[in-house]
């Protein structure tokens, strides 16, 4: 069964950084079979899809944040990360990494979420 | 993009009756590419329904999802008091995009 845990610092100072990183556990990054994903809940608010990463480092990412964001992998260590930059108060909310099956299409359903990360943007 | 209303916002029902959550999209959603979400606070989203209908691996046959094109339906047949929770609808056909959410809550 695949598991996917989040980590990373839980505040973040405006106009920062914020980084993640998402370690895949019982099953390989190297596999082919998933996107890796990233998608993110504002407090009380719904789900917003942040971008993903194929294993071979294809990436597509949301149009709204893409000028902001970096999303890598690392086959070696079975992990995938974010970086979002130029951070606001705006960007205070739970990131979940996701597991999406590889369908040849360019999307798809999420089917391995990780816990999630509460990620406040405040000085 | 492809905006998704989910209607109604807060369904109040009470265990062992129906219900039926609505996703509606503002263009057609291609090959069907409509999925359902269960979310109870705290936890991650889980996967319900994918394709519009197929249930994921799992998932309790009183959960059904049917629709295409633009109107999408989720039905829970009898309500269990787990099933209480936030539902979200995303499509996957057109980029990606959710729906804001349908509370259903026990009356």
């Known amino acids: 069964q695949v598991q996917l845990q989040e980590s990373g610092p839980g505040l973040v100072k405006p106009s920062q950084t914020l980084s993640l990183t998402c370690t895949v556990s019982g099953g390989s990054i190297s596999s082919g079979g998933y996107y890796w994903s990233w998608i993110r809940q504002h407090p009380g608010k719904g789900l917003e899809w942040i971008g993903y990463?194929?294993?071979?480092?294809?990436?597509y990412y949301n149009p709204s944040l893409k000028s902001r964001l970096t999303i890598s992998v690392d086959t070696s260590k079975n992990q995938f990360s974010l970086k979002l930059s130029s951070v606001t108060a705006a960007d205070t909310a739970v990131y979940y990494c996701?597991?999406?099956?590889?369908?040849?299409?360019?999307?798809?359903?999420?089917?391995?979420w990780g816990q999630g990360t509460l990620v406040t943007v405040s000085s | 993009e492809i905006v998704l209303t989910q209607s109604p916002g807060t369904l109040s029902l009470s265990p062992g009756e129906r219900a039926t959550l609505s996703c509606r999209a503002s263009q057609s959603v291609s090959s069907n590419f409509l999925a359902w979400y269960q979310q109870k606070p705290g936890q991650a989203p889980r996967l319900l329904i994918y394709g519009a209908s197929i249930r994921a691996t799992g998932i309790p046959d009183r959960f059904s999802g049917s629709g295409s094109g633009t109107d999408f339906t989720l039905t829970i047949s009898r309500l269990e008091p787990e099933d209480f929770a936030v539902y979200y609808c995303?499509?996957?056909?057109?980029?990606?995009?959710f729906g804001q959410g349908t509370k259903l809550e026990i009356k």
């Open positions: 996701a597991g999406a099956p590889y369908s040849g299409y360019d999307y798809n359903y999420f089917d391995y």
């Open positions: 995303q499509q996957y056909g057109s980029s990606q995009t």
């Open positions: 990463i194929y294993y071979s480092g294809s990436t």
